[in-house]
């Protein structure tokens, strides 16, 4: 079963635009990921925060995390035709190694 | 460097045909996972090994799944007796680590394995 969710599951925006996805999940964590999927691509890892972290920047990207709220938040500023793709939040839980993912967003970049 | 590769991109099986789908994880990493991923969802993780050593297979469907890393680099996964509801993108993954859960996992391009 997948822990996280999503919101939204879809989105779509004009280049230029700021797009922000959301993710919620239910357990204690050790770190949230964010990943990124290009149709037909395999997952490119985006950024890591972890538990004691509350923001993270790489780029263009700015991710949030509210461990109170069980809740994270992926902006991508001044967002390009080339950033349309799926973005996965991903957890890693309190003593585990796996990464357990949310259903995605899919981002449309409009040129 | 190279990344994880895996082989083949693409399966076709008759149901109830065997299938074993082939991993090269990055050079030097320990740590290799396997990932089922359906048609418009997320990946779910199936079974996680530290070199050699299968340390976690609570993610893997049924007995008709095992996988095997037997020198710590290589890995397979075996599905038994394929079945329609098998249909799925697998994805592996390795990362460098050996403990503590905070380290990236790289992804391969996955193997398409379709069941008729």
């Known amino acids: 079963s997948q822990q996280g969710e999503e919101d939204p599951q879809a989105l779509s925006i004009q280049e230029g635009e700021n797009a922000t996805m959301n993710c919620s999940y239910k357990t204690s964590i050790n770190n949230l990921q964010w990943y990124r999927q290009n149709s037909g691509r395999g997952l490119v890892h985006l950024i890591l925060?972890?538990?004691?972290?509350r923001e993270k920047h790489s780029g263009r990207l700015r991710v949030t995390l509210d461990t109170s709220k069980k809740s994270s938040s992926l902006l991508i500023t001044a967002s390009r035709a080339a950033d349309t793709a799926s973005y996965f939040c991903?957890?890693?839980?309190?003593?585990?190694?796996?990464?357990?993912f949310g259903s995605g967003t899919r981002l449309q970049v409009q040129p | 460097g190279a990344g994880v590769s895996q082989s083949p991109r693409y399966k076709v099986a008759k149901r109830g045909q065997d299938v074993a789908l082939r991993c090269d994880p990055i050079?030097?990493?320990?740590?290799l996972f396997w990932y089922q991923q359906a048609l418009g969802q997320g990946p779910e993780f199936l079974t996680y090994f530290q070199n050699e050593a299968q340390l976690d297979k609570s993610g893997l469907p049924s007995d008709r799944f095992f996988a095997e890393r037997p020198e710590g680099s290589v890995s397979t996964l075996k599905i038994q007796r394929t079945q329609q509801e098998d249909s799925a993108v697998y994805l592996c993954?390795?990362?460098?680590?050996?403990?503590?859960?905070?380290?990236?996992?790289?992804f391969g391009p996955g193997t398409r394995l379709t069941v008729l």
């Open positions: 991903a957890i890693v839980q309190t003593g585990r190694r796996a990464l357990t």
């Open positions: 925060i972890r538990s004691n972290e």
């Open positions: 050079s030097g990493h320990v740590s």
């Open positions: 993954a390795s990362s460098r680590e050996s403990g503590g859960g905070a380290d990236t996992q790289y």
